[in-house]
């Protein structure tokens, strides 16, 4: 299955998301194609590459030399400007040059880092991706944002830089842990709600070729997803608009994991904030009871939280939320779903709801 991402920027190119079980034994041919005659230097995960090195040594991966290969320990502490110093010498020293192209290997950390250095390396050299987390097939690889993190927060210094094509394959996902799983369909779940009403029945209906990872359902909620995504990045690449809709559950989410400092899992927080921004819906009157118990339904089922876990007063998250760098002008900005599939953009938020809704949510 192949979707063409295609932005107005980029008028020449169009950028596939390639998505097929398996596809890890085509992919030389793929590379061969898109590198059209670079040098290609790979960053890989660590992790995935101990896991995986062995299964790929036969695949005939062009370039896969030990001296061209990269190794990236994907933890957020290394997601960090000097990592990518140090990454950039070591791709100088394996004789990388501006005609040079880079594949990433790994999760959303490792694609991140690796396409901002792809991005200003002698300027600027080309890169694909293989999103090997459920996150990063379902949300990061697609889009374009790269970056690291500051001491004072997260992905505070970045990019954007497309990826010449993303190459998914379900199975790389057989190795990852059920928590990293779980994670990832925190966002999938998002996609569904934002915009997709037939993925969230489809993941009502199939929760367990979902859980027990079968292939075809894998492939069908990454492609949704995917789509999905890639249509809000055409219509608004830069975030100016529309792409802001991909934050829901991310206003309270992100205060959540700040306030934990980053204990609560991404997706976890990303739970609680839908619920947060569902139930504020139900409170203001834009969307029917009816979806927020569907939506806990849901979250239930893939071992979601349904309640606001930690204890954390709603004062203190309303606080963290508005040194978000999301938030527009001072004003609480919040993406509420006004049907499943539908969602709104909301400035003129009411504190006091939000914060009855906060209380309310709380896992006493
Ligand atoms: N660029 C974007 O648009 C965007 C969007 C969302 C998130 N992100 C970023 O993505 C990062 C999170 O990404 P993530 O959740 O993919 O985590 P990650 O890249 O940090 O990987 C999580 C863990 O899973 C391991 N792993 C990866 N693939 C595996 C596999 N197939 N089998 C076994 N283990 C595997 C990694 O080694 C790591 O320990 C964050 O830094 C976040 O800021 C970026
Ligand atoms: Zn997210």
Redesign the pocket.
């Known amino acids: 299955m192949e979707i063409n991402l295609c932005i107005p920027a980029i008028p020449a190119r169009v950028s596939p998301i390639v998505i097929e079980t398996g596809l890890a034994a085509a992919l030389g041919q793929h590379l061969k194609r898109v590198a059209q005659g670079r040098e290609l230097f790979w960053v890989w995960?660590?992790?995935?590459w101990e896991?995986?090195q062995r299964r790929v040594a036969c695949l005939n991966w062009p370039g896969l030399a030990s001296e061209r290969l990269l190794l990236f320990?994907?933890?957020?502490v290394n997601?960090r400007l000097a990592k990518v110093e140090e990454l950039a010498r070591q791709l100088v020293r394996a004789g990388a040059d501006r005609m040079s192209f880079l594949v990433a290997v790994?999760?959303?950390?490792?694609?991140?880092v690796a396409?901002f250095l792809a991005s200003i390396f002698m300027r600027g050299i080309p890169h694909v991706h293989l999103?090997?987390?459920?996150?990063?097939q379902v949300?990061?690889?697609?889009?374009?944002?790269?970056?690291v993190?500051l001491p004072e927060g997260?992905?505070l210094l970045?990019t954007f830089q497309q990826a010449q094509a993303v190459y998914i394959d379900p199975q790389?996902?057989?190795?990852?842990?059920d928590e990293?799983f779980t994670?990832?369909m925190a966002?999938v779940i998002k996609m569904a709600m934002l915009g997709d009403g037939d993925l969230w029945s489809y993941l009502e209906t199939n929760s367990s070729r979902i859980l027990n990872r079968e292939a075809t359902a894998l492939e069908h909620i990454i492609a949704a997803s995917c789509r999905l995504k890639a249509q809000v990045v055409e219509a608004d690449e830069r975030e100016s608009g529309l792409r802001r809709i991909l934050n829901l559950g991310h206003t309270v989410g992100h205060a959540l994991e700040r306030l934990s400092d980053y204990r609560i899992l991404?997706?976890n927080a990303v739970a609680m904030g839908m619920l947060a921004a569902t139930r504020l819906a139900v409170c203001l009157g834009l969307v029917a009871d009816g979806v927020f118990g569907r939506l806990v339904a849901l979250l239930e089922v893939y071992g979601l939280p349904t309640r606001i876990v930690g204890d954390y007063s709603p004062e203190a998250i309303v606080e963290a939320l508005k040194t978000d760098k999301k938030q527009l002008a001072g004003k609480l900005h919040f993406i509420v779903p006004t049907d499943i599939g539908s969602v709104v953009q909301r400035h003129d938020l009411d504190l006091a709801a939000l914060n009855e809704v906060l209380d309310d949510l709380r896992d006493r």
């Open positions: 995960d660590a992790r995935v896991l995986w320990d994907a933890t957020e997601k790994g999760g959303g950390g490792t694609g991140d396409g999103p090997t987390t459920l996150l990063a949300d990061s690889s697609v889009g374009g944002k790269t970056g993190d997260k992905n970045g790389f996902l057989e190795t990852l842990s990293q994670q990832g966002e991404h997706g």
